[in-house]
């Protein structure tokens, strides 16, 4: 039907026209809801502004409370914020839902949790009816000092661009994951074990990149690329940021996640990016803010800079062209091939 929509996200106009509906009377909401805006900002008249971040886990499985975490924790401190307390809805599959399932599930949100100082303040479980693999929806409060809210439609023209760690790392670790009785005929153990530890090394989390950009220079933006990889993160700053980005994301792409995706026949621009921290920073701060984070241990790329609007992306490695947009994220496709191969047989 030509009205179901596919996998993954809502398309991004259906999105922004949906929220239009609905203005935002409190004058105390700073931040919200908006495509490309993934945490809501909210001044309580303290010191510091509330930061309010959700989101679900739905492709991964293993390791689902770990994602969890980590994936809405990096959206606070995309805003200069500090992850505080997490909240957790853990919706599980009936007839499969043991007591080792939700024993490993508490592990991974608790050993998540504590490696980030984040307190579980609450949430809900349910076994309930309709779904064949457990669902995650985490809730993450943060705070931030006012005077130092970051968003990600801060990029000003001439700011340089700069992406941490490498990219897909989320989408490397589902594949490896996931789909590893569909690679053991393609790839080693060991290499599918180096892709499957991603999700640890280089690691899903943005927490302390962020941390050491803003302590180290001028940082304007931060956006988290998740669904939708790296070529939606640029597209959506872009976007609300009002300004065009030139960039060639090459570099970034790491060898180990571009022989997946090229095995799997996806795009690594567009398959989700959890890991890298995209940001736009001051010309004359990017070098000492990429030297901050090699010193720490993490790697930054220089993919490219900013200039005066209409919002766009140039890609510069095709010559000067847009940089295709996805309609959704590359990693739905696996799923969806998945399900076509059960309703065949």
């Not at 499985?61 to 853990?90: Q, R």
């Amino acid at each position: 039907m030509s009205d179901l929509y596919p996998l993954g996200k809502l398309p991004h106009d259906v999105l922004a026209a949906l929220l239009a509906r609905y203005p935002v009377p409190d004058p105390r909401v700073i931040v919200g809801a908006r495509p490309g805006l993934d945490a809501a900002i909210i001044d309580l008249g303290a010191s510091h502004l509330l930061v309010a971040k959700t989101d679900p886990i739905t492709f991964a499985t293993e390791e689902i409370g770990w994602y969890a975490v980590n994936i809405n924790a990096n959206d606070v401190a995309c805003t200069g914020g500090v992850p505080v307390w997490f909240m957790v809805t853990l919706l599980l599959p009936e007839n499969t839902a043991t007591s080792a399932l939700v024993e490993k599930i508490f592990d991974q949100i608790g050993t998540a949790c504590h490696a980030l100082g984040v307190s579980v303040v609450g949430g809900h479980t349910e076994i309930t009816y309709g779904i064949d693999r457990p669902i995650v929806v985490g809730v993450m409060l943060g705070l931030v000092e006012k005077g130092r809210m970051i968003t990600a439609g801060g990029a000003q023209p001439g700011d340089a661009l700069i992406v941490t760690k490498g990219i897909p790392i989320e989408a490397t670790a589902i594949i490896a994951r996931e789909k590893a009785d569909l690679l053991r005929d393609k790839f080693s153990p060991d290499f599918l074990a180096r892709c499957a530890n991603y999700l640890y090394t280089p690691g899903l989390s943005v927490v302390r990149d962020a941390s050491v950009a803003v302590r180290a220079g001028r940082v304007h933006a931060m956006h988290d690329p998740t669904e939708g990889g790296l070529a939606t993160g640029l597209w959506e700053m872009a976007e609300v940021s009002g300004k065009c980005l030139r960039v060639n994301c090459t570099s970034a792409i790491l060898a180990d996640g571009a022989v997946l995706c090229t095995a799997t026949g996806l795009d690594p621009l567009g398959a989700i990016a959890s890991g890298a921290l995209l940001m736009a920073v001051h010309p004359d701060d990017a070098q000492q803010i990429m030297t901050a984070l090699h010193t720490q241990g993490i790697q930054s790329y220089l993919i490219g800079h900013v200039e005066e609007g209409p919002p766009a992306v140039v890609d510069m490695a095709s010559g000067g062209r847009l940089l295709p947009r996805p309609a959704r994220d590359e990693i739905a496709r696996l799923f969806e091939s998945e399900e076509a191969g059960d309703s065949s047989g």
